[in-house]
């Protein structure tokens, strides 16, 4: 390594360059030419370590710099001289057409690229370009690097449109969550009323005697009403914990508590990704909706099915059919199909509503398929996923146990 002297720094000026470049020959060869333009040699290294211990030291414009060096190559030094130097200019030398150095450079920082065995103007040029903070391109390369560019920026305007799509749905997410804490509020608020209405009265000690023993039953009542109620809830708020759960004996054991119901998985299909907390309540839900409104002993089925890219149960009743103006409707909060006063299944009108909000909790939807004077199918769907980091490991280690 050896040092030119420095140019003065009055402008205008010669443009001073630092010349990097292992291979002594070719160094010299480089500063024999630049004397020929307007420039002036500040400094000569032999590596790109030699080049950042002497840019402190030396005023230079331009770093004139090999691409494939020892100890420290000309990317890695490009890439810490623009973090101490953003206002120097770069220009990659290398003796082969190599389009991964090119856009390795390029993203590190250079502003021009030549080849060794370019014209020698075309080395003055891209010299002089980049002490004015411009760019050139070795015509030679520069078609295929474009190419690659172009290649390049496609793949990450589709990973950028792939992370705004994953940021939408975590958006949604996060909204159906507001939704659902939003509406605990309000379920709850009513039962908790009543509950303490009818304790203040007995309380107050105006209620007869003979009538006492009649409201704290009511009480009791509907404390455990609101126990379950709170119960359910609790399941769906915690529809975001995954593991792998497998839908078809889920659904078996929930149809275990009626004989009246009854499960088809043709073909056994893969355990998905969901919370089973969530996945039960909703199966609990329909199933539940499905025995309400069919008359015993009517049968209902639970079939479950796989098609691409999801996993489809399907419940299916003999009720009555649901009118086409209450088919959205059912789903909303305390809303049934039937009006108040000729309401013969009881219930809060909430089970649906819990089915759907733990359903889409957990990315899927449930839906009123179809409905008639022969029956109803509600179709719940649920994105096939890869189970979570948590069960590979464990399958994993069973099989290693195994």
Known sequence: MQAAPTAPEA???????????DNAGFRESLV??????????????????????????????????????????????TRRLKRRRPDLGIVALTGNEDHAAVR??????????????????????????AARGRGVISPRITPTLIEELAEALDRERRRTLELEAAQEALVERAARRQELVARLGHELRTPVTVILGMAQTLERGTVPEEERPRLLERLVARAADLARLVERLEVAVAAGLEEHVDLAALAREVAAASPRVRVVAPGDPAPVSCSPGAARRVLEEL???????????????????????????????RGQGIAPEARD????????????????????????????????????????????????????????RPPPAQDEERAAASRRAG
């Not at 402008?11 to 470049?21: I, K």
């Open 287 to 317: 199933v539940d909706n499905a025995l309400r409104f069919s008359e015993p002993p009517a049968p209902i089925l639970v079939l479950i099915e796989e098609t691409p890219g999801w996993i489809e149960v399907r419940v299916v009743d």
């Open 32 to 77: 024999s030419l630049l004397a020929t333009g307007d420039l002036a040699v500040v400094a000569e290294a032999e590596n790109g370590q030699e080049a950042l211990e002497l840019i402190d030291r030396v005023e230079a414009d331009v770093v004139l710099m090999d691409v494939r060096m020892p100890v420290v190559d000309g990317i890695e030094a």
């Open 104 to 129: 390795d450079m390029l993203v590190a920082g250079a502003s021009c690229y030549v080849l060794k065995d370019s014209d020698a103007d075309d080395i003055l040029t891209a010299i002089q370009q």
């Open 11 to 21: 402008s205008p000026g010669p443009v001073r360059v630092l010349v990097v470049d």
């Open 329 to 384: 409707r059912i789903f909303e909060p305390l809303e049934q199909e039937e009006e108040l006063n000729r309401r013969r299944h009881q219930g809060a009108g909430l089970g649906l509503t819990l089915a759907r909000t733990a359903a889409r909790a957990m990315d899927g939807d449930v839906v009123l398929e179809a409905s008639g004077p022969g029956g109803s199918t509600f179709l719940w769907r649920i994105p096939r």
